[in-house]
């Protein structure tokens, strides 16, 4: 599930003078998406052209519009989605529907369940310039995590894959890391994960995703990868932004 987790804590526009700035655009962020795709197994990349959209705006005939945007946008994302977060044997679902009635809590923004997400209808009319929500969901479709998994994690690797592979340019990808931490998952979470893959090599988080697509322990992977706690990991990364 996708929660507006800025709007909870501080608004995006108003972080205190030590959270994460908003950077421009690099090139490692607008070349890993292509790269990745290149890259990308070949049945990874035929379940991507093939997947089948559904927008069921039968409940909100008002967004008929920006759902047609949004497949758009869905047909770019998904190769990108499922190249980030390739693993051996693994092959993408070829089919979501997306539809739209109000959600509660009403601060969460989508859900998704099997191959459907449901994006919160009150909330959507009132952002419809948050496409990211859905891009969250999809990454949630494509992970196919066995259960138990770790939470901040599952709900990490979805904002990283959104905030930092499909949406760098996203301001509501800011936190303020004195209110929050990755415990929560989400930004902070997908924050911590992009420190580690910057300083510990490309392919971390596609080291975890596999872990825990095989049923592994992520945290376990992480340790194995950086040689620290999570914990330990974040009180770094805090750090780092002082």
């Given at each position: 599930m996708e929660f507006r987790i800025a709007e909870i804590f501080t608004d995006a526009r108003e972080l205190a003078p030590g959270a994460e700035p908003m950077p421009l655009t690099s090139r490692r962020q607008l070349l890993v998406g292509a790269g990745a795709v290149l890259l990308a197994p070949r049945a990874a990349r035929a379940a991507a052209d093939t997947l089948r959209i559904e927008i069921d705006t039968s409940n909100a005939p008002e967004l008929a519009g920006w759902g047609q945007k949004l497949r758009g946008m869905i047909a770019g994302w998904w190769p990108m989605i499922n190249a980030t977060l390739a693993s051996p044997g693994y092959t993408p679902p070829d089919f979501v529907r997306i539809v739209f009635r109000d959600i509660d809590p009403p601060n969460a923004g989508a859900y998704s369940a099997g191959a459907t997400i449901v994006v919160n209808l009150t909330d959507i009319l009132g952002h419809?310039?948050?496409?990211?929500?859905?891009?969250?969901?999809?990454?949630?479709?494509?992970?196919?995590?066995?259960?138990?998994?770790?939470?901040?994690?599952?709900?990490?690797?979805?904002?990283?894959?959104?905030?930092?592979?499909?949406?760098?340019?996203?301001?509501?990808?800011?936190?303020?890391?004195?209110?929050?931490?990755?415990?929560?998952?989400?930004?902070?979470?997908?924050?911590?994960?992009?420190?580690?893959?910057?300083?510990?090599?490309?392919?971390?988080?596609?080291?975890?995703?596999?872990?825990?697509?095989?049923?592994?322990?992520?945290?376990?992977?992480?340790?194995?990868?950086?040689?620290?706690?999570?914990?330990?990991?974040?009180?770094?990364?805090?750090?780092?932004?002082?």
């Open positions: 419809q310039d948050d496409y990211g929500r859905v891009a969250h969901e999809l990454v949630h479709l494509a992970q196919q995590y066995p259960k138990p998994n770790i939470n901040w994690l599952v709900e990490g690797i979805a904002d990283w894959v959104r905030y930092y592979v499909l949406l760098p340019g996203d301001p509501r990808r800011n936190f303020d890391p004195g209110h929050i931490t990755y415990q929560v998952g989400y930004q902070p979470a997908a924050a911590l994960l992009d420190w580690v893959e910057r300083g510990y090599g490309a392919g971390s988080v596609k080291r975890i995703n596999a872990a825990m697509r095989r049923g592994g322990d992520g945290e376990a992977e992480l340790l194995a990868i950086t040689g620290s706690t999570p914990l330990t990991l974040w009180r770094a990364y805090v750090k780092s932004r002082a």
